[in-house]
């Protein structure tokens, strides 16, 4: 894997991770506006903040973060290729 490919699933990564702890927290600070009943169908196996339903979505979010930003890294390259 490329240098550049690299960094971009790791940015994927942080990001969305990051984004999920920020949805978290704000559902325990506002409840009345919580987003949890949306994540349930995107996060297979998430229940409501259990300590292993919290680290499942955090994994999962991750991963698809870091599934983004390959997916950034890779398509610019290829179709340039194929261009070519």
Same mark, same amino acid.
């Given at each position: 894997?490329?240098?550049?490919?690299? #960094?971009?699933?790791?940015? %994927? =990564?942080?990001?969305? @991770? &990051?984004?999920?702890? !920020?949805?978290?927290?704000?559902? $325990?600070?506002?409840?009345?506006?919580?987003?949890?009943?949306?994540?349930?169908?995107?996060?297979?196996?998430? #229940?409501?903040?259990?300590? %292993? =339903?919290?680290?499942? @979505? &955090?994994?999962?979010? !991750?991963?698809?973060?870091?599934? $983004?930003?390959?997916?950034?890294?890779?398509?610019?390259?290829?179709?340039?290729?194929?261009?070519?």
């Amino acid at each position: 894997m490329r240098r550049e490919t690299k #960094t971009a699933v790791l940015a %994927g =990564a942080l990001i969305v @991770g &990051l984004l999920y702890l !920020a949805c978290v927290t704000w559902d $325990l600070l506002v409840p009345r506006f919580a987003m949890n009943s949306a994540w349930a169908p995107l996060f297979p196996g998430f #229940t409501w903040l259990t300590g %292993g =339903a919290f680290l499942l @979505g &955090l994994v999962e979010s !991750a991963f698809y973060g870091g599934l $983004l930003g390959w997916l950034i890294a890779w398509i610019p390259p290829a179709v340039a290729r194929a261009v070519r």
